[in-house]
């Protein structure tokens, strides 16, 4: 994309990529025709808005605290343009900082400089908090995979499958049975959905027949055995048991008294009309629920092939692998709607003399009296003074009005309980009639990647134990973008690293034959190509380094293997992922923890000598 004019009238994030793009011209991704790698000076992330300032106001030495996300960087925004630069002396222009509208609002305020930058503050109040974005949930992806699997057509889509499906010959047992003991799982069932500690299978059966658990040099080599056909070889299984670290028992225990708190507690379900207009309007139903029960998960089956063999290094042998797990885990109870409807019906509320003549109000509440506010751009062709900008309208990211209600709350006492088809729980006719028309099984098969140590090496029981330390925002997806110093621009707030679906050690290990741990993690794509990378991946890739570091943490090296891209956003559906019409949203990820070490204070004597050699490899700041 080479942006030559610019429409007047843009969501934030769409205006702040086109000026980039312009600004710094040229294409920000690899052609896949020509193979040319992109334009290194192309970016779609730039601070692109400039603070006003009172030509005599004080010099600003700090500037209060703003919004945050739980990793404590103090430089958030919402959207590309919620970062500024501005001026801390007012009347010298060559001294420019980077920070948020959100803190900038808040110094304005105290300086007395809400006059100057009247549309700044007004937009700064109106920026939404930070919110945790959740990956696509897969759970309501396997009804459609199980429908597929009673049909027969698993595989046959355009949704094909890389895995190779069993042969199984028509009208036999083996066939009746392949209907829910499938050996592979479809590319849009990869697991990425975060599971609690409480919430790990304590007990995992490891299917090898080909014995992949050696982790020894014959399953290394390109030229080791291949079978397509789960039934080649008689399955071998082993058994492992949840190895959690003591920071991981303890994260179980808080879990479990969690859980427990909240089963004593009350749940349940606000109930109310659509509102088409403002004025008298009947009260909300709240219909109390039983607490969701906790389901605990004794145990799962993990199946190894070697041909789904994603890679190895010095000290460890990688696997994409199924992962068999109890449904309720990815599809958890549920409320009959059909019996909650007929409960409310026979009750008759609108027979109830208590209520009747009861009513809220509901009225209109503008959240953006303008619909649309002038957003200032700064110069970054070299000027960068407030009196050298672009003005563009920008549409309000919030709704220009919205009905809210107003009034009392009607409570509305049903007898219901949670159900889970599938494990051979007594059903309500509504729910047992569904599954009698199309039967669910117990159990749901997921993609991991499952990681194995060859022998006699403490690298993998190292790296287990680190993710246990991590913190939870590792984990996690933000909204909005950090600027992570030293570099200066925008970076999604994105998870750090994979998700850790646990450390599992053989039950038995007094076998003569080595068998090795296992690490489960979140398959997370494959490594990137710092030379196929533009700017702003680049950037997004040396900002995991820094964000590793701001925590506390030196990874300790520092390459493109340790590096995963895949496509993204993983919010969205699997198949609308990496779209032509938005190629830039890929997913990064940091691995390898083997070498990891934690300090305290975040300033491990390997910090400094790490940061540079992160610059130098994926080509930042000077050493671009």
């Known amino acids: 994309m080479n942006t030559t004019s610019i429409p007047t009238t843009f969501t934030f994030d769409e205006l702040a990529e086109a000026v980039s793009l312009r600004q710094t011209g040229g294409v920000s991704r690899l052609d896949p025709e020509s193979g040319k790698p992109p334009d290194p000076r192309a970016k779609r992330r730039s601070v692109v808005c400039a603070w006003p300032r009172d030509p005599k106001g004080k010099t600003i030495k700090a500037t209060p605290r703003g919004k945050e996300t739980p990793n404590g960087n103090p430089l958030w925004g919402a959207s590309l343009l919620d970062i500024y630069k501005f001026h801390r002396m007012p009347d010298f222009f060559g001294l420019e900082t980077t920070s948020t509208g959100s803190k900038l609002a808040a110094m304005a305020k105290e300086n007395g400089e809400v006059e100057w930058a009247k549309d700044e503050v007004e937009k700064a109040m109106m920026e939404p908090d930070p919110e945790l974005i959740l990956p696509f949930d897969i759970g ?69 027949p080909c014995g992949l658990l050696a982790a020894d040099q014959r399953t290394r080599s ?22 959690p670290s003591q920071e991981m028992v303890d994260k179980i225990s808080k879990g479990i008294k969690e859980k427990e708190k909240v089963a004593k507690g009350v749940s349940g379900f606000l109930m109310r009309a659509e509102y088409e207009r403002a004025g008298p309007a009947d009260p909300p139903l709240w219909i109390p629920f039983p607490p969701r029960p906790y389901v605990e998960i004794p145990e799962a089956h993990l199946y190894l092939s070697p ?20 449904r309720v885990l990815l599809r958890p109870p549920i409320i009959c709607d059909t019996c909650l409807q007929e409960q409310l019906d026979a009750l008759a509320l609108d027979d109830d003399e208590e209520w009747k003549g009861k009513k809220g109000n509901v009225t209109v509440v503008f959240e953006n009296p303008t619909g649309v506010m002038d957003v200032y751009l700064t110069d970054l062709k070299g000027k960068g003074s407030t009196h050298n900008q672009e003005s563009y309208a920008v549409t309000s990211p919030k709704p220009y009005a919205v009905l809210k209600y107003k009034g009392p709350t009607r409570t509305v006492n049903v007898d219901l309980k949670w159900q889970t088809p599938g494990t051979g729980e007594p059903l309500c006719v509504h729910l047992q009639a569904i599954q009698d028309a199309n039967p669910v099984p117990p159990t749901a098969k ?105 925590a506390g943490w030196t990874h300790g090296s520092v390459a493109d293997r340790n590096v995963l891209a895949q496509p993204g956003p993983l919010s969205t559906l699997p198949i609308f992922r990496n779209l032509p019409s938005h190629p830039e949203r890929r ?37 671009s």
Not at 594 to 610: C, I, L, N, Q, V
């Open 222 to 243: 390109p030229d080791a055995p291949r079978f397509d056909d789960w039934t080649d070889k008689p399955d071998i299984i082993h058994e492992y048991k949840l190895d």
């Open 140 to 208: 309501k992806v396997i009804p459609a995979v199980e429908a597929r699997i009673r049909s027969g057509l698993l595989g046959k889509t355009a949704l094909k499958s890389s895995y190779p499906k069993p042969t199984v010959a028509e009208g036999s047992e083996e066939k009746k049975k392949s209907i829910y003991d499938f050996d592979y799982p479809l590319d849009n069932l990869t697991l990425a959905t975060p599971i609690r500690p409480e919430n790990l299978p304590k007990k995992l059966y490891v299917h090898d």
């Open 307 to 326: 041909s789904h063999f994603a890679g190895s290094g010095n000290h460890s042998l990688v696997y994409y692998a199924e992962w068999e797990l109890p």
């Open 446 to 550: 997921v993609r991991v990647t499952a990681k194995l140590s060859i022998q006699d090496d403490d690298h993998l029981a190292r790296e287990a134990r680190n993710y246990q330390k991590f913190p939870d925002h590792f984990f996690e997806h933000w909204s909005g973008y950090n600027i992570v110093p030293p570099l200066h621009d925008p970076v999604p707030v994105a998870p750090l690293v994979p998700q850790f679906y646990g450390y599992y050690t053989p039950v038995d290990e007094s076998e003569s034959d080595y068998l090795s741990p296992i690490l489960l993690l979140e398959d997370c794509g494959t490594p990137v190509v710092t030379d196929q990378l533009d700017l702003d991946d680049r950037q997004e890739c040396g900002s995991l380094i820094l964000r590793f570091h701001d």
């Open 587 to 623: 997913s990064f990820r940091l691995i390898d923890f083997g070498r990891s070490a934690y300090w305290e204070d975040g300033k491990g004597s390997e910090r400094g000598g790490e940061e540079t050699a992160a610059m130098v490899h994926f080509k930042l700041l000077h050493y």
